[in-house]
C-alpha cells in the first residue's frame, strides 16, 4: 500500500473509533435519565407500599377502638410509634400518633389520648422539623380536647411551647400562645387566656377576651382596671404595639366606656398619654404624668412595680436595687420584670415569664 493509502486508511480508522465512542457517550446519556426515571418510579411504588400500608394498619387499630378494646389498641399504638422511631420515620410517627389521639378522644379516653399526644411531642423533639403553622395547629387541637382539669395537659402545653421555641430559651412561638389562648378563652378561664394572649402578637383578641371578661367577671367601677393591667404588662414585655392595640380595641368596644380620649374614667387618660409618652421617650414626661395620676395608681400597688420596669425600658432609669415586696408578690415581680440589664435590652419574646394570679 502506498504512504498516501495508508494515511487514508489511518484517518478513516481514526474516524470510525470516534465514531463509536460518540455513540457509546450517547447510549450512556440515554440510560442515565431512564434509570433515574425507574428509581423514581420504584420509590413511588414503595411509598404507595408503604402509604397503603400505614393506612391498613390504621384501619385495624380503628376497628379495635370501635369494638372498646381500647387497651390493646393503645399499646399497639406505642409499640407501632417506637418501631417507627427506630427506623427515623418521624413524619409516619407523628402522624399515627396524631390520628390515634383524635380517634381515643372521640371516643371518650382521655388517659390514652393524652399519652399519644405527648408522644406526638417527643415525635417533634427528636426530629430535625421546622414550627410550622400546620404543625401548631395539630398540637393546639390537642391541647383543645383535653380535659382542662387534668395534669397531663398541664405537662402538655409545657413541652409544645418549649418545643415551639426552638430551643431558643424563649416563652414559646407566638402563634402558638394565640391559638392556646382562643381555647382557654371558650373555656372561659380568662386568667390563662390573658397569660398566652400577652405572648402572643394578638392586641385585638385579647382586648376582645377582657371585654368580655370584665363584663363577666368584673364591678362596673373596675372597666380601666382590666385593661390597665394588659397595657401595663405588655410595655413590661417591650410590646408597644399590642398595648396600643389591646388599649384602642378595648376602649371602642367596652359598653361602658364612653368614646375617647379623654376619657371619664382617670386611669384610661393615664394609659392614653403613657402610651404617647412612651414613643417620645422623656423622663420628664414620664415622671410628671406618674405624679399627677398618682391618686389612680394607688388603685393597685402593682401599678408602681410594673412602671418602674417601663421607666428602665423606655426612659432610662437605673434598675431598682431591693425590691418593696417579697414572697410571693416578690417572686411574682421578678417573673415578670426580670432583674437585669441585659433583660431590659431583650427583644419582646426574650422577656422573662409573666406569673399571672
Known amino acids: 500500500m502506498s504512504p498516501r493509502g495508508r494515511r487514508r486508511w489511518a484517518g478513516r480508522t481514526e ?12 447510549s450512556e446519556q440515554q440510560r442515565r435519565p431512564m ?3 425507574m428509581a423514581e418510579q420504584e420509590a413511588a411504588r414503595n411509598g404507595a407500599r408503604n402509604r397503603g400500608g400505614v393506612q391498613r394498619v390504621e384501619g385495624k387499630l380503628r376497628a379495635s377502638v370501635e369494638k372498646g378494646d381500647y387497651y390493646e389498641a393503645h399499646q399497639m ?19 399515627l400518633m396524631c390520628s390515634g389521639a383524635l380517634l381515643f378522644f372521640s371516643h371518650g379516653q382521655q388517659n390514652s ?4 399526644s405527648m408522644l406526638v411531642l417527643e415525635s417533634l423533639e427528636k426530629a430535625d422539623v421546622d414550627v410550622a403553622d400546620p404543625l401548631l395547629e395539630s398540637l393546639a387541637r390537642l391541647f ?7 395534669p397531663e395537659r398541664v405537662a402538655f402545653v409545657s413541652r409544645a411551647l418549649k418545643w415551639s421555641s426552638g430551643g431558643s430559651g424563649k416563652l ?6 394565640q391559638l392556646l389562648a382562643l381555647t382557654l378563652w371558650r373555656e372561659q378561664n380568662y386568667c390563662e387566656s390573658r397569660y398566652h394572649f400577652l405572648h402572643s402578637s394578638d392586641g385585638e383578641g385579647c382586648a376582645h377576651m377582657l371585654v368580655e371578661y370584665a363584663t363577666a367577671r368584673g364591678f362596673r367601677t373596675e372597666v380601666d382596671m382590666f385593661v390597665a393591667q394588659a397595657v401595663l404588662q405588655f410595655l413590661c414585655l417591650k410590646n408597644k404595639s399590642s398595648a396600643l392595640v389591646v388599649f384602642t380595641t378595648y376602649t371602642e368596644k367596652h359598653p361602658s366606656i364612653e368614646s375617647g380620649p379623654p ?7 393615664f394609659l392614653w398619654f403613657l402610651l404617647l409618652a412612651v414613643d417620645g421617650g422623656k423622663l420628664t414626661v414620664f415622671t410628671v404624668l406618674c405624679e399627677q395620676y398618682q391618686p389612680s395608681l394607688r388603685r393597685d400597688p402593682m401599678y408602681t412595680e410594673y412602671l418602674d420596669r417601663i421607666g428602665q425600658l423606655f426612659f432610662g432609669l437605673p434598675p431598682k436595687q431591693t425590691s418593696s415586696y417579697g414572697g410571693l408578690l416578690g417572686n411574682l415581680l421578678s417573673s415578670l ?12 419574646d426574650d422577656s422573662s415569664p409573666i406569673e399571672l394570679d
Open 337 to 348: 420584670m426580670g432583674s437585669s440589664e441585659q433583660e431590659a435590652d431583650d427583644s419582646p
Open 113 to 116: 389520648a393524652a399519652d399519644l
Open 35 to 37: 434509570a433515574a426515571a
Open 263 to 269: 376619657f371619664v374614667q382617670p386611669l384610661l387618660n
Open 15 to 26: 474516524a470510525g473509533k470516534r465514531g463509536r465512542v460518540t455513540c457509546a457517550q450517547r
Open 77 to 95: 399504638y406505642r409499640t407501632l410509634f417506637f418501631r417507627y422511631m427506630s427506623q427515623n420515620k418521624h413524619a409516619e410517627a407523628r402522624d
Open 144 to 150: 383543645s380536647l383535653m380535659d382542662p382539669n387534668s
Open 172 to 177: 414559646g412561638h407566638p402563634r402558638l400562645h
